[in-house]
């Protein structure tokens, strides 16, 4: 079993930053892509960004040129650099990873329980 924990969540201001952290651990010989989602109340869950193992990295229309994905693989961590939040940010965050299990090999897909982000006008 894997257990992905993040952090960082808060309210700001638009206009302001934060950053979330998400890191795993547990049962992991290697992780592939990692990726934050969010949902928005009344919203489908949306892919915010992801990053594969190789640091290759892809972003939604909506946050380019504004967040940051990074990963630190020596930590089994994913980052999420925020700068120029805007209310329309606001939604719960959540952290993504592929993980190859330990012995198996086997591939899993693993969420975290996610993190609520809060952007004031």
């Known amino acids: 079993q894997v257990q992905l924990v993040e952090s960082g969540g808060g309210l700001v201001q638009a206009g302001g930053s934060l950053r979330l952290s998400c890191a795993a651990s547990?049962?992991?010989?290697?992780?592939?892509?990692m990726a934050w989602y969010r949902q928005a109340p009344g919203k489908q869950r949306e892919l915010v960004a992801s990053?594969?193992?190789?640091?290759?990295?892809n972003y939604a229309s909506s946050v380019k040129g504004r967040f940051t994905i990074s990963r630190d693989n020596a930590k089994n961590t994913v980052y999420l650099q925020m700068n120029s939040l805007k209310p329309e940010d606001t939604a719960v965050y959540y952290c993504?990873?592929?993980?190859?299990?330990?012995?198996?090999?086997?591939?899993?897909?693993?969420w975290g329980q996610g993190t609520q982000v809060t952007v004031s006008a």
């Open positions: 990053i594969t193992s190789g640091g290759s990295t």
């Open positions: 993504n990873a592929d993980v190859r299990a330990q012995i198996t090999g086997i591939l899993y897909n693993y």
């Open positions: 547990g049962n992991i010989l290697s992780i592939n892509t």
